[in-house]
């Protein structure tokens, strides 16, 4: 029968076996982190053409939320991180997630950013958007509501 | 050993009746706000599963895997099937109801250059690549409409069932409806379904989530819920199905 499914295989670096795309993706964020020197991490480089990316976005964000257009903000940001996760664009990943602010966010789309991202977990910047997305919607409707909301996209 | 205590806490809770809140099943269509398991009855043995969902501009659509390498989005049509149709609301919060319902689109979307296979054999570990929709394990397995929407729901962080609860092997009736499939297929005509029934009959007596399993787990109000809690429920489904429509055809 034809291959009915993408079916791409990637070998273990190590044993030569097949390992699923998923380990993959985590072993890409390891690497592409590892990539980076501490340094660089350090240091409050300016990056414009990111950071104007992550402005843009933030602002489209923003500008839905605004207007109670919650689910075109949530397409949006699905879109966002969908592409750069494929791309494996962990850094940009990891850059927007530290960079967005959620005070304007609706917490339906706090929720999708955090879900999207879910497979990404080893990303610093996913753990400072899950905490920074805890005390808003705390904030907003109750510490208690916001730990069952949240406690399945930890 | 864990399997043997999730049964028996399964099993304890279905005893103490800590089973489905029928308020959350619905014959109407009109009554489905964001998300909703719809259970399509498609002959007198079978049934069909898919994710009902409102866009943003509240059209309710379908997202379903209709067939082997068959993966659909579609409006909402009552007269889909039969035209007897059951839907059961998960007792989501509105946020998830909201990210998973724009996550059906994503998942139709990726999927449309790829073709999903159908199979019978699930592999509990199964799931979604989010940004992809290809499955991150067991690549050449496959799914059902019913194995499709527990791996649609485990993939967007809001399990519906727990696997290791499910019989290992299926059950008479489980093999009678999966046989009705693959009459189906060979009927068509169709060499890819021929030759796809040809391939998986071999594995018709392997573990079955069945379409009214699916949407019985929806109406338990913690998530994810075991094998016999989602069958009561699902048998429930059924009757209430019956009642609403009267007894299919033969």
Redesign the interface.
């Known amino acids: 029968?034809d291959a009915?499914?993408?079916?791409p295989v990637f070998r273990g670096a190590s044993t030569g076996e097949p390992v699923?795309?998923?380990t993959r993706t985590e072993q890409d964020i390891r690497a592409a982190l590892a990539e980076e020197p501490s340094w660089f991490r350090q240091i409050n480089v300016s990056l414009p053409p990111y950071e104007d990316e992550v402005a843009v976005f933030q602002q489209n964000l923003d500008a839905h939320c605004t207007v109670n257009?919650?689910?075109?903000a949530?397409?949006e940001a699905?879109?966002y991180f969908?592409d750069r996760?494929?791309a494996g664009h962990f850094r940009d990943c990891d850059r927007a997630l530290r960079q967005l602010q959620v005070a304007k966010l609706a917490?339906?789309v706090?929720?999708?950013i955090l879900?999207?991202t879910?497979?990404a977990k080893t990303l610093k910047g996913r753990a400072i958007f899950f905490e920074r997305a805890f005390q808003e919607i705390a904030r907003r409707k109750g510490k208690k509501y916001a730990s069952?909301?949240l406690a399945?996209?930890r | 050993m864990n399997r043997l205590l999730a049964l028996v806490y399964d099993w304890l809770l279905c005893q103490l009746g800590v089973t489905g809140d029928f308020s959350r099943l619905t014959f109407d269509a009109n009554q489905v706000k964001l998300l909703a398991v719809a259970l399509l009855r498609t002959s007198r043995c079978t049934a069909h599963a898919g994710v009902a969902y409102r866009t943003a501009a509240g059209a309710l659509r379908f997202l379903h895997f209709a067939n082997h390498e068959v993966l659909r989005d579609e409006v909402f049509r009552e007269d889909l099937c039969l035209g007897e149709n059951a839907f059961a609301v998960p007792l989501l919060k509105e946020e998830d109801q909201d990210f998973l319902a724009e996550f059906c689109a994503r998942v139709y979307r990726a999927n449309q250059s790829g073709k999903l296979p159908y199979s019978f054999e699930f592999d509990p570990t199964l799931g979604f690549d989010r940004s992809t929709g290809l499955m991150v394990f067991n690549y050449d397995s496959g799914l059902t409409c019913s194995t499709f929407v527990v791996a649609w729901f485990r993939s967007a962080g809001n399990p519906l069932v727990q696997p290791i609860t499910w019989p290992r092997l299926a059950d008479p009736a489980d093999i009678a409806a999966r046989q009705y499939v693959l009459d189906r297929w060979r009927e068509s005509r169709k060499p890819k379904l021929i030759a796809r029934a040809d391939e998986i009959e071999s594995t018709i007596q392997t573990m079955r989530i069945s379409p009214e399993q699916v949407a019985g787990a929806c109406l338990q109000r913690n998530l994810p819920t075991g094998y016999y809690r989602a069958s009561k429920n699902g048998r429930q489904i059924h009757h209430r199905i019956i009642d609403q429509f009267g007894e299919p055809n033969p």
């Open positions: 029968m009915v499914i993408e079916k699923s795309r998923l257009r919650h689910r075109e949530i397409a699905l879109d969908d996760l494929i917490s339906s706090m929720v999708s879900g999207i879910i497979r069952e909301l399945k996209y």
